[in-house]
């Protein structure tokens, strides 16, 4: 299958800092990436839609402000968690769509805010 | 609204028998798509096996089958001889052809006992 990677693989960070992650389709051009966030022993809540070259479309309750997404390529899309507080500690995993329907995931980032 | 229903929050087998992860999902779309991903501790989603729900024939993949009953909007995954390596949350999740969401559900959380 296709292979997503992310950078970095975890992060700590203190209070009111930024943080940036990198999610790349190594093998695939993926027009569309989307960003999950996972919650311990939770599902994963889908936070963005990722369409190369135009704005992210962000699922409701999600503050576009706060999380900026970029997706600059057709193999990289980012994130930056901006001004990162403790409650944004989360299991961050991005995915690339290949095809019209499949997504392949990437390892995911644990983002630790002290 | 779509929803994906995963009633059996855990399950347990022996090793080498076979075990059932039962979900259900609800939709008016009559053209859509159906997983089965893993997720085992590293975190990394693995695609186990899609489903077009045009396709009236079971997808297989290896010791993994599906039993997809279109009608009753049921969508089960069947583990034939369970390995070691088979413990992980497994999500099933549904996508529509024309948006760009995949809807996942709750999860299952797979024990395998020696």
């Known amino acids: 299958g296709a292979v997503v990677s992310q950078h970095p693989s975890w992060v700590i960070c203190k209070s009111g800092t930024s943080v940036k992650i990198e999610c790349r389709s190594l093998?695939?051009?993926?027009?569309?990436m989307f960003w999950y966030r996972q919650f311990p022993k939770q599902s994963l809540m889908l936070m963005a839609t990722?369409?190369?070259?135009?704005?992210?479309?962000?699922e409701q309750g999600v503050e576009k402000d706060k999380f900026l997404i970029n997706h600059a390529s057709l193999t990289l899309s980012t994130l930056t968690v901006t001004s990162a507080h403790p409650e944004d500690s989360s299991f961050y995993i991005c995915?690339?769509?290949?095809?019209?329907?499949?997504?392949?995931f990437g390892p995911g980032t644990r983002l630790t805010v002290l | 609204a779509q929803t994906v229903t995963q009633s059996q929050p855990e399950m347990s087998v022996q090793e080498a028998e076979t075990v059932t992860l039962s979900c259900t999902y609800d939709?008016?779309?009559?053209?859509?798509?159906l997983f089965w991903y893993k997720q085992p501790p590293s975190r990394q989603m693995i695609l186990v096996i899609r489903q077009e729900a045009y396709k009236q024939q079971n997808a297989t993949e290896n010791r993994f089958s599906v039993n997809f009953q279109k009608a009753a909007k049921s969508f089960s995954l069947k583990i034939s001889d369970s390995q070691l390596g088979d413990a992980a949350m497994y999500f099933c999740a549904y996508g529509v052809n024309r948006d760009d969401k995949i809807i996942f559900g709750k999860g299952t959380r797979l024990h395998i006992l020696p």
């Open positions: 990722s369409n190369e070259g135009s704005k992210a479309t962000y």
């Open positions: 939709t008016s779309e009559s053209d859509y798509y």
């Open positions: 093998d695939f051009q993926a027009t569309t």
């Open positions: 995915s690339g769509r290949q095809g019209p329907d499949t997504q392949y």
